[in-house]
């Protein structure tokens, strides 16, 4: 059996990190986690360079004592 090559398109990889597509699943993935760790928590997201981004944050104290203590948005990613 011989050995199989593969080699990556990289500006087909590059637009598919990029496209509106990738970032509406993120921001859908990030959405849920946030909605599992329930109040005090947000999302947002943006474009860099090279991918789309999406992020869960806790934005009140009682939420960021929670996730400190807890890992709650860690635990509502699995």
Known sequence: MGKLRVEL???GVRALLRS?????MLQKTANAAAD??????????YRMPTRAVARVSAVTAAAR???LK???ILKALK
């Open 9 to 11: 398109n990289r500006a």
């Open 20 to 24: 509106e597509e990738m970032m509406a």
């Open 36 to 45: 599992r760790c329930g109040a005090g928590y947000e999302t947002g997201s």
């Open 65 to 67: 004592r929670d996730n």
């Open 70 to 72: 807890n890992n709650t």
